[in-house]
């Protein structure tokens, strides 16, 4: 592994780290989620549905398949009326979808019949709902209701952790590290400025660190052959 010397670093300052997030994120595809309340989608089983649909699956497909869904059907009544092979063929395209489309008509049902319909409000409440982790229950409740939550994807993870602002081995340690530190003005928004910087920045092999407006804070922790 060759050996790569950084220059000297500023000061990790949080406030400045995401003014220029948002400078360098503004022109980039938007993170699958914010994209589709900004779309209008932002009811909190609109946001849970597609956080489901988003497991394994890109943003780039995340998008136009819920999009396709939500035509359809957009409340937990109506997805418990869809015949489960209709549901099949409308999340054509993201990975699963058999399964997928078994699991969104049981959580439907679940949340017209024990819940009144309305989805639970609360982390134990989302997380009681089988295949509902950490990160999909804080995206429901972070993008749909404005709660304070930290949806730790892989490029949140990924991205923190090369900064040197935490010091983790996996999303769900990254989420309790990035809790006790980060600022709760910044909980919701991490997640919407770092997946896109994740996926066209600070990306999985070969950063774009020489350009990176990061680059005078960020310790690039692990960065060993950067662009």
């Known amino acids: 592994m060759a050996f790569v010397a950084f220059p000297l670093k500023e ?14 994120t503004a022109g980039l595809p938007k993170a699958a989620m914010f994209e589709l309340r900004d779309r209008g989608y932002n009811s909190p089983f609109e946001q849970l549905v597609a956080s489901l649909i988003s497991a394994r699956t890109r943003d ?16 937990p009544e109506a997805f ?18 058999e399964p997928k489309a078994r699991d969104l008509k049981r959580l439907a049902r679940q949340i ?3 819940h009144g319909g309305q989805v639970p409000d609360t982390m134990e409440g989302l997380t009681a709902f089988s295949g509902v982790g950490p ?5 429901t409740l972070a993008v749909a209701l404005n709660r304070p939550a930290i949806p730790v ?6 991205v923190t952790n090369r900064w040197g602002y935490v010091a983790t081995s996996s999303p769900e340690s990254t989420m309790r590290a990035l809790a006790a530190k ?29 350009t990176c407006a990061l680059l005078s804070m960020c310790r690039q922790v692990g960065v060993v052959n950067p662009r």
Request: aromatic share 8%.
């Open 135 to 139: 990160k999909i229950a804080a995206l």
């Open 153 to 158: 994807d892989i490029h949140v993870h990924r």
């Open 182 to 210: 980060l600022p709760e003005k910044y909980w919701i928004e991490i997640n919407e400025r770092l997946v896109p910087f994740g996926k066209f920045v600070c990306t999985g092999t070969r950063p774009k660190c020489s």
């Open 112 to 114: 017209v019949e024990e």
């Open 80 to 97: 418990v009326g869809l015949d489960e092979q209709e549901l099949v063929k409308l999340l054509h395209g993201a990975t699963f979808p």
């Open 11 to 24: 000061p990790f300052d949080i406030d400045e780290v995401f003014a220029r997030l948002r400078r360098v």
């Open 60 to 75: 780039e497909t995340t998008v136009p398949v819920s999009l396709r869904l939500f035509a359809v059907a957009r409340t």
